[in-house]
């Protein structure tokens, strides 16, 4: 059966510090890969997506990027963290048919 | 652009009874899929319900079930006798066949009354 990880689970971090969030999928090949950002109590936006090795769409222009480092890796970066940042972090997998959408567990960032 | 709405932000219901969560989308292509997402305090999201757009029949989930109407543009989400354990946030997202975004309303905050 497939899984999904991400970590850390929460992370607590200051401005202008950098970022590494993980995600990783396991029971599946080649799927499509997914970041999103949901404000307290609010919905979920979309960060990025990618449909496949070193493919990244960006969504909302930021101070965040993201990589594919592996085909079931999926890596969110930033090189400065503002307040802004602050947020859950969830990241999601699907394949084309689609199976899916399935999410990870998710990261709970503050930025102080 | 495609869009979903959600227009019950927030709901309450007595334990055991039946909900019905509205969602309408927008979109001028006939081949994509609908969802439903549960939320709850933990935050992990959860699939609860899937149907694919070329499908008639509604697709169904335990209590679960969803009410599909193509030409209008909707797709609610009806839980049945309903648990203290659904309380949670639903979402509605969609997707289209040709293209590989989520697209997620704003979603209904449920609370289930003891």
């Known amino acids: 059966s497939q899984t999904i990880h991400q970590w850390p689970a929460t992370l607590v971090q200051p401005v202008g510090s950098p970022l590494s969030l993980e995600c990783t999928v396991e029971?599946?090949?080649?799927?499509?890969l997914y970041w999103y950002r949901q404000a307290a109590g609010r919905g979920l936006q979309l960060l990025f997506y990618?449909?496949?090795?070193?493919?990244i769409s960006s969504e909302v222009p930021q101070n965040l990027s993201a990589s594919r480092p592996q085909d079931r890796q999926f890596i969110l970066s930033s090189k400065k963290l503002l307040l802004s940042d602050s947020g859950f972090y969830l990241c999601?997998?699907?394949?084309?048919?689609?199976?899916?959408?399935?999410f990870g567990p998710g990261t709970r960032l503050t930025v102080l | 652009a495609q869009t979903v709405t959600q227009s019950q932000p927030e709901m309450s219901v007595q334990e055991a009874e039946t909900v019905t969560l509205s969602c309408t989308y927008d979109?001028?292509?006939?081949?994509?899929?609908l969802f439903w997402y549960k939320q709850p305090p933990s935050r992990q999201m959860i699939l609860v319900i899937r149907?694919?757009?070329?499908?008639?029949q509604n697709a169904t989930e335990n209590r679960f079930s969803v009410n599909f109407q193509k030409a209008a543009k909707s797709f609610s989400l009806k839980i049945s006798d309903s648990q203290l354990g659904d309380t949670a946030m639903y979402f509605c997202?969609?997707?289209?066949?040709?293209?590989?975004?989520?697209?997620f309303g704003k979603g209904t905050r449920l609370h289930i009354l003891p």
């Open positions: 979109t001028s292509e006939n081949n994509y899929y």
């Open positions: 149907q694919e757009a070329y499908k008639q």
């Open positions: 999601a997998w699907k394949k084309l048919d689609p199976t899916g959408p399935f």
């Open positions: 990618s449909v496949g090795i070193g493919q």
């Open positions: 029971g599946t090949s080649n799927p499509n």
């Open positions: 997202a969609f997707i289209l066949n040709r293209d590989d975004k989520i697209i």
